[in-house]
Every structure is written in C-alpha cells, then in structure tokens.
C-alpha cells in the first residue's frame, strides 16, 4: 500500500496516531455547464471524514448528494475548493491521475448493482482485478463474496439471484481490490425492507469489524439511523452534521451474511 504524503505537518502527525481526517473537503463547489446554463450543483462543501466512520448524507433529490459522492469518488473534479484524500490533493488532478487514485483507493456501490447479466457472482467481482495470475484474482474474489455472506453463490447469474444477494455480489465486487473507502449511493433504493437490513448489516459489519470507512447516500431515515452520522444536505449546501446517539445495530440475516 502506498502511504499518502501528508500536505502539512498537522496532518501527517495525525496520520501517525492514527486519527487522520481521511478525507478532508475545504469550501467545495461544483457548476455544471450545460450550454450557456450554469446549474450550481455544490455551494461551498466542508466536510471531514475520518478513517473508520461509517456515515450516511441525507437530503431531498437534486441537493447535491451525487454530486458530492462524485466529487468524493473522484469521479469528476470540483469547480472550486479543496479536496485532500489521506494528505493528497485530488481537487485538480487529471483524467488520468483521478482514475489512478479511484483505482487504489475507492470502492463503490450503485443503487442499480451494475452487474454484467450474463457473468456469474464470481466473474463480476473479479471484473475489476484486470492483472494478477487467475488463480490469484480467484482467490481474492472468492474471499470477498465470502465476507458478505454469498460463499454458496459465487457460479450464480445476477437472474439467479435476489436484489439483496445481487447487492452484496455489487458490495464484494467494491471490496475486492482492498479500498480505503466504501462509497455507496442509495445502496438500499431499489430492495424491500428486508434485504435493505440485510445490506445495512453487512456494511455495519465491515465498518465495526474490519474498520472500513463507509459513506452511505441514501433518502431513508432508517438507514441513517444505522449509520453513526448524518449529514443532511439542502441545495448544495450541509445544512446539519451530527452524530447518531443510539445508532441501530442490524442482526445478520439469517438467510445469511457475515456473522
Ligand atoms: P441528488 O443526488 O441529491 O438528487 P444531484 O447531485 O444529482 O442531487 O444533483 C444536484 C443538482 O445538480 C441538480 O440540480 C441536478 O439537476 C444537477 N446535476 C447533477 N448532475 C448533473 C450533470 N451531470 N449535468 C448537469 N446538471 C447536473
Ligand atoms: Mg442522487
């Protein structure tokens, strides 16, 4: 693993004991042009995340949550602002650098899955490992499908399989090349009630048991309540961070799922 270089002294003296802010968002902003149109998609974001938080960003559509989990995803570059990912500064990088920096360090999550249809849960997650020896790649893909609990599904189609279960191949397809960040974005929109608990437990389990920092996008009250803090955005803006007093532990399924 590469170790990040620490824009300043505060932050690599924190990234030494262990409490660095991860990620750290300085007055971000975000104008899309559309032709001559200008739509202010951010308007001045400042957001600390440390490493280990499992945190949920709440808001009414078009607040800018998308846009800000792009920007955090570096999926795109912000308008104006800062952003630093572990003492890197990502804000004006290139097409090619962003990429860079996605591929190491970021793991995403889509309210659609995105699965290929036609290959199996284990061929989906070792999609993004392109090098490395098969049986290498093999194994790793194999380990994450068993760390959200599908170890018996791994030669199922996505056809084959339930919307949670097609979810948590879309989680160990992000888990398997070892981010420093989960990002998902409404990674319960599309699932019933039921399995929207079974993906909450297992992003709770990798946040508590194997320390990843997760940021969950999501419009459902009960998902932040399963997260350990909420932030709320209104037209572009953060409008409240706070902390969650009593968050919901989820029980692990019992159809499975990490226990
Ligand atoms: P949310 O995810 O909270 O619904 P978004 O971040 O998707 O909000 O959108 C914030 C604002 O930016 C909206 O007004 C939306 O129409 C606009 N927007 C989002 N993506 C684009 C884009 N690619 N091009 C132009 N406008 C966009
Ligand atoms: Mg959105």
Redesign the pocket.
Known sequence: MVVAVAADGEAEAASLNGIANMIKLENLTKI?N?GSVN???LNGVSLDIKRGELLSIM????????????MLGCLDTPSSGRYLLEGEEVGSLNENQLAEIRNRKIGFVFQTYNLLPRLTAQANVELPLLYGNGSARKKRATNALERVGLADRTAHRPTELSGGEQQRVGIARALVKDPTILLA?EPTGNLDSRSSEEIMAILQWLNREEGMTVVI?SHDSDVAAQTNRVVS?LD?LIISDEPVVDPLIVPPSPSGGPV
């Open positions: 899309y559309i739509v202010p998609a808001g009414p559509s078009g607040s800018g949550k998308s846009t800000l989990m792009h974005d996008i955005m572009g």
